[in-house]
């Protein structure tokens, strides 16, 4: 049974950070991209950041220089670190785990339940 928990969210001030983990079973962790998606009231989910079985990262414009996408294999465990956050921030968070063939066809596409984050003074 495949499980994506996210957690670390919460509320914090403008300027403030917050640490969101992603901790998954159910399939092999170590060779499945990760991504940090979030969505905002009545905006489309947006892909913050991402991180291949190899480390690579990317990350959206609106987000560079302050998160960081990182993973722990051994834990299963995938972390958004993100620091000097702003009240355009505030969403729901989702972490995402998926693996495509060389062709680009999805072999798997899990979703967790989402946490939210709420960036207000």
């Known amino acids: 049974q495949v499980q994506l928990v996210e957690s670390g969210g919460g509320l914090v001030q403008p300027g403030g950070s917050l640490r969101l983990s992603c901790a998954a079973s159910?399939?092999?962790?170590?060779?499945?991209?990760m991504n940090w998606y979030r969505q905002a009231p009545g905006k489309e989910r947006e892909l913050v950041a991402g991180?291949?079985?190899?480390?690579?990262?990317n990350y959206a414009d609106s987000v560079k220089g302050r998160f960081t996408i990182s993973r722990d294999n051994a834990k299963n465990t995938v972390y958004l670190q993100m620091n000097s956050l702003k009240p355009e921030d505030t969403a729901v968070y989702y972490c995402n785990a998926l693996r495509r063939t060389l062709y680009g066809s999805k072999i798997w596409d899990y979703w967790g339940q989402g946490t939210q984050v709420t960036v207000s003074s």
């Open positions: 991180i291949s079985s190899a480390g690579s990262t």
């Open positions: 159910g399939f092999t962790f170590s060779i499945s991209a």
